[in-house]
């Protein structure tokens, strides 16, 4: 499976708690897409939460996040990795 990061904009003053249940949203129904969420970040300040994933496609990621109520403005594979 290939790896997404995803980017929501327009989310400023969101909270830990919020991004939690959130993150929690998408994973309660991620596998009715073959999606798996591991992480999400927030910059409450500026807005924008990133959320990575493994997915069979971008639009598997943008259908899961539409349906939980908070849909991606971008979604891009991520196609080199280092740690």
Do not use: N
């Not at 919020?18 to 994973?27: G, I, K, V």
């Not at 259908?63 to 196609?79: K, S």
Request: glycine content about 4%; charged content about 30%.
């Amino acid at each position: 499976m290939a790896k997404f990061m995803d980017v929501h904009r327009d989310m400023q003053g969101i909270t830990k708690e919020q991004l939690a249940a959130a993150h929690r949203a998408d994973q309660a129904i991620e596998r009715e897409e073959g999606v798996r969420f591991e992480r999400a970040w927030a910059d409450p300040k500026a807005g924008v939460v990133y959320c990575l994933s493994e997915a069979p496609s971008a639009d598997a990621v943008k259908r899961i996040h539409e349906r939980a109520g908070h849909p991606p403005t971008e979604v891009h594979p991520v196609t080199m990795e280092v740690s």
